[in-house]
């Protein structure tokens, strides 16, 4: 079995100086490959050093909605030439936190890191947090075929999977998938299509069971494929193929 860990943030302090040993412990859990999300300049540049050094990694750049104010279009636009960044993210809206900064000012962030996607024909990773109805609307006036969009850890119900789906979106799963209080979340997984679906830790947050409570890290990928497994009635060999050829795909790898 291999597994593809699409999003995952070895790049956090969490794991600093432990990177081999974070790789090592993956690939016991047949996790072999992974992409690294940043989120800020310091991230970012931290995730295309990772990939630089890293075989099995790739960088993944962009600007969180968190740090909207900071978004540096130039640095984006060079970073995304070098060879190990595979796409942009993880960008969005985040409308939980007492909406700093501003929705309009994250709207406008991510609009503007769209444009670069849609410019460069890169994929991006997309962060969406009680933000679903501006995210259809600004994704909808966005055409992204060539490029990708991948929506991060989905937590929504079926009405927006299919919503989104329709958008021509790929659908990654973390470990709130394997939470007992997740029914939405299960049904979802169950209804999204095998050549849709995704998987992901985005460690060291959003740690699966059996693990929950504890640091995540991208090995637990394995238990996400497991979950999704077991909602949709198939083998996690199966999940762990469809989900691995697709992260290729969606990735251009
Ligand atoms: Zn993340």
């Not at 190990?84 to 960008?91: K, L, N, P, R």
């Not at 406008?108 to 994929?123: F, G, R, T």
């Not at 969009?149 to 299919?162: A, K, Q, R, T, Y």
């Amino acid at each position: 079995m291999k597994i593809f860990d699409t999003h995952t943030h070895l790049n956090d302090p969490a794991f600093s100086g432990n990177t081999q040993q974070y790789i090592d412990n993956a690939k016991e859990l047949d996790v072999d490959e992974m992409a690294i999300i940043g989120s800020n300049e310091e991230f970012n540049i931290e995730a295309i050093r990772l990939a630089q050094n890293y075989q099995p990694l790739h960088a993944v750049v962009g600007w969180h909605p968190e740090f909207a104010k900071e978004y540096n279009e130039e640095q984006l636009v060079n970073q995304i030439k070098l060879p190990e960044v595979v796409g942009i993210g993880e960008i969005g809206l985040d409308y939980h936190w007492e909406e700093d900064p501003e929705p309009k000012i994250q709207q406008k962030v991510l609009i503007q890191q769209l444009d670069v996607a849609q410019q460069y024909n890169m994929p991006v990773s997309i962060h969406c947090r009680d933000a679903f109805d501006d995210m259809y609307q600004i994704l909808k006036n966005h055409d992204m075929s060539k490029s990708g969009i991948i929506m991060h850890s989905f937590n929504g119900d079926v009405e927006w999977l299919n919503k989104f789906l329709d958008l021509g979106l790929w659908i990654s799963y973390s470990g709130v998938v394997s939470f007992k209080n997740a029914p939405e979340v299960h049904e979802s997984a169950k209804e999204t299509p095998l050549d849709r679906l995704l998987v992901e830790t985005d460690a060291p947050y959003l740690t699966p069971e059996p693990y929950r409570g504890h640091t995540n890290q991208p090995a637990y990928t394995r238990y996400v494929v497991d979950a999704i497994a077991k909602y949709k009635g198939i083998t996690p060999d199966e999940v762990a193929e469809h989900t691995f050829n697709n992260a290729h795909q969606v990735y251009n790898l």
